[in-house]
């Protein structure tokens, strides 16, 4: 068992920079999902670690151990890969035992550790089978247990679940969170989506562009984020954003996005008086936009006439696609709510759980005013 540093690591291919400056500790037995876009430099993070990439500057430790001269093979770490990398002409138990007999482990510890691995996975009846009788999930679970059978310190998953169908990712995503509790072993796994993130992480860190963004727990990470990318990149459907200013009328706070004005509440006012004038960015997430006959008692309502543009039903929801002058946004809405497209619709925007980011801190990526 070990934690896992990264100490101020560059990663440079030419002039391109995949990794800027990462700063990153990770605690032993921990649950750590590196999370971004397409080319965000997450998976070259999990390289790095592996030894597969070669550090440009800075330090990666494992425990006390820097690793930056270690060779892959001693660095006491598994990978599981996005393709299963199983050999087609070997048996399941062959294939999970191929790495323990390179180490020329005794066979009946080989044995012993490829059959305990599988009851964990639950594919002991499948050993005997070649990888094209299996189907995906068995295929993915075998990878997996050809990383815990060698027993590693750290666990590096690089978007396991990208080739399974909706259904399968589900439930191997539970299984990799229950390994996690049975084996108390350090995890790190990357993946683009945001939901496997938010069900399987302990903590997660938000990457963009090769720059660390943010590193929270998941609920923290939905409740505060620290910039416009993050509080976009976290949630599903994602934040909605308006584009406006902090005006004052009278003894209150407003925030005017030309087609429409909404009041600030008065016990949320505080942060906000130093920057009014200021260009922001207004954020409502679409499960905090209601239907007003539905809406939570509790909430401070701010009305907002819409007009609806798509309707998608869910099921247990429906998702409105709406208009305002030149705004379009999302909210998840109570099924019992019935409207067509082209119907005039006044929803509420729950502002206890409203976000605002300085424009003018920085225009490209704005940071959350707290």
């Not at 496997?196 to 990470?221: C, F, H, W, Y």
């Not at 008692?297 to 309707?311: F, G, L, N, Q, R």
Request: proline content about 5%.
């Amino acid at each position: 068992m070990a934690s896992v540093t990264y100490n101020n690591v560059w990663k440079k291919f030419g002039d391109v920079v995949a990794l800027q400056d990462l700063n990153l500790d990770i605690a032993d037995k921990e649950f750590l999902v590196l999370v971004g876009p397409s080319g965000c430099g997450k998976t070259t993070a999990l390289r790095c670690l592996a030894g597969l990439e070669e550090i440009t500057e800075g330090s990666v430790f494992i425990g006390e151990t820097k690793v930056n001269d270690v060779a892959p093979k001693d660095r006491d770490i598994a990978m599981v890969f996005q393709s299963y990398a199983l050999y087609p002409h070997m048996t399941v138990f062959d294939n999970m035992a191929f790495g323990l007999k390179l180490r020329k482990v005794p066979k009946q510890e080989i044995k012993r550790l490829v059959e305990e691995a599988a009851e964990i996975l639950g594919i002991e009846g499948l050993l005997n089978r070649k990888p094209r009788e299996l189907s995906g999930g068995q295929r993915q679970r075998v990878a997996v247990g050809r990383a815990i059978v060698r027993q590693p310190k750290v666990f590096l998953f690089d978007e396991p679940l990208s080739n399974l169908d909706a259904k399968l990712r589900v439930q191997t995503r539970a299984q990799i969170s229950k390994l996690h509790q049975r084996l108390q072993t350090t995890f790190i796994y990357v993946t683009h989506d945001q939901v496997e993130a938010m069900t399987m992480a302990s903590r997660i860190a938000v990457l963009n562009n090769g720059v660390l963004q943010q590193l929270d727990s998941p609920q923290k990470l939905y409740d505060y984020p620290d910039n416009m990318f993050v509080a976009g990149f976290i949630g599903s459907p994602s934040m909605n954003f308006f584009n406006g200013k902090i005006v004052r009328e009278g003894d209150a706070l407003y925030i005017d996005l030309d087609s429409f004005k909404i009041r600030i509440p008065d016990e949320r006012r505080a942060p906000y008086e130093s920057i009014v004038d200021h260009k922001i960015v207004f954020g409502i997430r679409p499960e905090d936009i209601h239907n007003p006959d539905f809406a939570p008692p509790s909430i401070i309502a701010e009305p907002v006439e819409t007009k609806v543009d798509v309707t998608e039903l869910m099921g247990n929801e429906i998702f409105l696609y709406l208009v305002n002058g030149e705004h379009s946004f999302v909210a998840r809405v109570d099924p019992r709510t019935r409207v067509e497209m082209g119907d005039d619709l006044r929803v509420v925007f729950n502002m206890q759980n409203m976000h605002i980011f300085d424009s003018v801190a920085d225009p490209d990526n704005p940071i959350a005013v707290r």
